[in-house]
């Protein structure tokens, strides 16, 4: 790496590799995870919110190039290890520098993490003007020409982290599904849950901006502090209760 970047890099006392690694230079761009910047822990592509502009590559780096528009994930992985190969990304075996650390914390070592404290490698976070991406020809998507950065932001964490939840409840078309904790997170599953096909989308909160905006992308919703949730999923679930033995022995007969 050169210039400026290379510059900077020193005084930051950080050591620079030119194979597969960039400087990356953050651009002003509004939003933060409500998760809490550094606080999200999934499999790719999970991030911080960071939308990045590339303003120097390694040698023989030619996956980006110089001016490139780019969504960093959270996680760093190289994409060779066991795990990797696996689609296990939150547990790359080789990106966290302290991994024996993280393996007596945890019981297994994570993968490095942008800004996640020594356990998950003591990696600087991305809010700095300057971000190194380690591992930088794995994770990291180039964002298309035309889509502007507001549409993008969120495909770094939240959104990703929202859809993988909905992912996990293995929805299939037709399924009731209810969702709890309506944050930028929960409101993405719920929109997850709609586009994987649920049929009813259940939102479950208290403060009444989060029950409006569920709503408005097509959930029924439970105000937790005014209803019993149990009783009210039990009430909206789409079979009935289930046979006594006399109603049992009567659907047989009928049969």
């Known amino acids: 790496l050169k210039s400026g970047a290379t510059r900077i890099a020193a005084e930051a006392g950080v050591p620079l590799i030119p194979v597969a690694l960039w400087l990356l230079k953050r651009t002003p ?90 356990l998950t490698g003591g990696y600087a976070g991305g809010q700095a003007e300057y ?54 997170v929960g409101l993405f599953a719920v929109q997850s849950a709609v586009l994987m096909g649920a049929e009813r989308v259940i939102a479950i909160d208290h403060f009444p901006r989060r029950l409006e905006l569920a709503k408005k992308f097509g959930a029924e919703t439970i105000n937790f502090e005014e209803t019993d949730v149990y009783d009210a999923l039990i009430s909206r679930r789409p079979y009935k209760e289930p046979w006594t033995p006399e109603e049992a022995l009567a659907e047989s007969e009928r049969s």
């Open 29 to 118: 761009i509004g939003g933060a995870a409500a998760t809490g910047v550094l606080r999200v822990v999934a499999q790719l592509p999970t991030a911080p919110n960071q939308r990045l502009l590339v303003v120097e590559v390694g040698q023989g780096f030619t996956k980006f190039k110089k001016g490139d528009r780019i969504i960093v994930p959270f996680n760093i992985n190289c994409g060779e290890c066991r795990q990797c190969k696996l689609g296990n990304w939150s547990v790359c075996e080789r990106s966290n520098r302290n991994a024996q650390m993280a393996a007596a914390q945890f019981g297994y070592t994570t993968a490095g993490l942008f800004g996640y404290s020594h």
């Open 131 to 184: 971000v190194r991406v380690p591992f930088s020809d794995v994770g990291p998507i180039v964002i298309p020409d035309g889509v502007d950065d507001d549409k993008v932001l969120f495909l770094s964490d939240i959104l990703p982290t929202g859809w993988q939840a909905a992912e996990y409840a293995q929805i299939e078309p037709g399924d009731t599904v209810a969702v709890w904790g309506c944050g930028p």
